[in-house]
């Protein structure tokens, strides 16, 4: 059962050589056999594969890669009808350097499609199902890549992040998952959805794991132009078990209405261990919260309408073919018939939102307004953190909820992410760990902030109350 | 605010989406009730405040200008729909 370990765990084994690479992916491959008919993680599930280069530090060790970052040996499609068949000519800066590492790329993860969800039940595949209960939603937009790694089918996973699309698939699937400083890891190859707010990220069983997938992602590249030129550091390094003294806010306007009564009694829970464990509290407030929401939906609608343009069946994907010329020429019509028929539901909606707050007489009301209160948002985390080490906050105000659920409502969707949402907006890291159950064994996350390019504050914070606690060795029966 | 069936067809000619009827009807309940819930922005006092676009201080991002190699033509065109030859094929744009 090599396939419940951990990379490290693994990484040890394989170095004594007591185990090979090998083994590992018949364990892998035995628990997507037995599971995957279930909870369906994958877009394109993993090849055969007929050799490794087993380069340095990772050994051959098999990752699965969320559908939206670009593979040469795996089809690219976020998840949707419209790049159906798109096979790219090139690898994501990612890629290359897991690749460069010895990692084996090992299937890509189911998403909400083109990351436009927080269910993963818009992909043109289908949903995919949450390890805990199969019945309810793993979250999204990366609930393909938690569930694989929450299910043990895979090792561990990248995801990519706007709005919370790593954090809360893992807090209701019960892993590790670590949104970066935007600009901390290079965009090159993600196909974009908004891109200021864009990041990819890890999903893994435990924060170690993190910090060595962090290690090998992050770092300034040249061909995205908003990755930073600043040095990285060794996080693994971060992983100290010991927060004497680090100064902790809780901000109040994240226990509000809405929030699950079982979520916020884990929440607080989670703050009486970190006290026990030397970090000090205090209660903070962050008056613009209840904005961020709002914000996000004019500026990542805005800034999907421009990106989501290149889907026009000229250049890849699907082209509608019995094209009804009408009105507006062949050309056009072309373009209009493949886009109805190639974008699902959710993108459309998410396309005419963000033509629309950029329309002409709309723009000033709309998009430059939210830009405004996207600088209040971020100056009251300035604040916080001129004070303060960490924020924690619940990742999710609810545990999983059930599929359908939420689908016909959008408002009452976007919700979901109002904890997480924030962090994107202003740019700040943030990571979920597992941190508790509900009474009907359902994961709970805990959401730890963190000041731009501090990543070493939160992954210091998680790693000690991991390692002070057991949540993460939970597994779930499927 | 109010988005009527109209507004929606228009938007959706300049985002070039044809959608259907039902979809129009849809959209055109479901944006009014995001868009009121955006309305909130509205109460808060935004006089002197600078939008931020982007987050971090860094802009106009500049490289050298040397020649680099590029992609294999063939590569490039391996996820046409249409082709002919050097070219993605479109359907016919002038009469």
């Known amino acids: ?478 | 605010m109010n988005i009527s069936k109209e507004t929606v067809k228009y938007i959706s000619n300049l985002a070039r989406i044809e959608l259907t009827e039902e979809e129009i009807e849809k959209f055109s309940l479901q944006l009014n009730d995001i868009l009121r819930y955006i309305e909130q922005l509205k109460e808060i006092d935004i006089t002197n405040i600078s939008p931020t676009a982007h987050i971090l201080p860094i802009s106009n991002v500049k490289r050298s200008d040397e020649p680099r190699s590029s992609l294999k033509i063939d590569e490039v065109l391996k996820n046409a729909p249409q082709k002919e030859g050097l070219f993605f094929k479109v359907p016919k744009v002038i009469e």
Not at chain 1, 12 to 32: A, H, N, P, R, T
Not at chain 1, 270 to 297: D, I, M, N
């Open chain 1, 1 to 478: 059962m090599l396939n419940t370990k951990t990379a490290h765990e693994l990484l040890d084994l394989i170095s004594s050589g007591e185990v090979s690479y090998e083994d590992v992916l018949v364990d892998v491959k035995s628990q997507i056999k037995k599971t995957e008919s279930k909870i369906k993680a994958y877009a394109h599930p993993p090849n055969n594969v007929e050799s490794v280069s087993q380069g340095s530090l990772l050994k051959g060790i098999p990752i699965a890669i969320k559908d939206n970052i670009c593979t040469k040996e795996y089809l690219t499609t976020c998840s949707s009808h419209i790049l159906e068949g798109f096979n790219p000519p090139y690898d994501a800066t990612v890629i290359e350097r897991l690749k460069e590492k010895g990692a084996l790329i090992f299937g890509k993860t189911n998403m909400d499609e083109f990351a436009f969800g927080s269910s993963c039940e818009t992909s043109f595949y289908g949903p995919s199902r949450n390890p805990w209960d199969l019945d309810r939603v793993p979250g999204g937009s990366s609930g393909g890549s938690a569930a694989a790694v929450a299910s043990d089918e895979a090792i561990w996973a990248l995801g990519s992040d706007t709005g919370g699309s790593i954090r809360q698939p893992a807090s209701l699937c019960g892993v590790v998952g670590l949104k970066p400083t935007y600009g901390r890891v290079s965009r090159y190859g993600l196909i974009a959805f908004a891109s200021s707010l864009d990041q990819i990220g890890p999903i893994t069983k435990d924060v170690y794991d993190t910090a060595l997938l962090l290690n090998i992602i992050a770092g300034h590249d040249n061909r995205d132009s908003t990755s930073i030129n600043i040095e990285t550091e060794d996080y693994l390094k971060c992983l100290e078990k010991d927060i004497k003294g680090l100064k902790i806010a809780i901000p109040k306007e994240y226990f509000i209405k809405g929030l699950d009564k079982e979520v916020g009694d884990s929440i607080r829970e989670t703050r009486s261990t970190l006290e026990k464990l030397g970090a000090s509290f205090k209660e903070v407030s962050l008056p613009h919260t209840k904005y961020a929401v709002a914000v996000y939906y004019i500026l990542a609608t805005a800034e999907a309408s421009s990106n989501l343009a290149r889907f026009d069946g000229v250049q890849y994907g699907f082209r509608e073919r019995n094209i009804d010329k009408k009105e507006t020429g062949p050309m056009i019509s072309m373009y209009k018939q493949s886009r109805g028929k190639g974008f699902g539901l959710e993108a459309k909606r998410r396309i005419i939102l963000g033509t629309y707050v950029l329309s002409s007489g709309y723009y000033d009301a709309y998009y430059l307004r939210a830009l405004k209160v996207r600088t209040l948002i971020k100056k009251d985390f300035d604040e916080v953190f001129k004070e303060f080490d960490c924020i924690i906050t619940p990742t999710s105000p609810t545990p999983a909820f059930k599929i359908g659920e939420r689908l016909e409502n959008p408002l009452s969707m976007y919700l979901s992410d109002i904890y997480t949402i924030s962090a994107n907006l202003s740019g700040i890291p943030a990571i979920s760990i597992p941190c508790g159950f509900t009474k009907g064994r359902l994961p709970i996350g805990l959401q730890i902030l963190s000041a731009p390019f501090k990543e070493r504050d939160l992954l210091r914070t998680a790693y000690t109350f991991e390692q002070n606690t057991d949540w993460h060795k939970a597994k779930p029966k499927i």
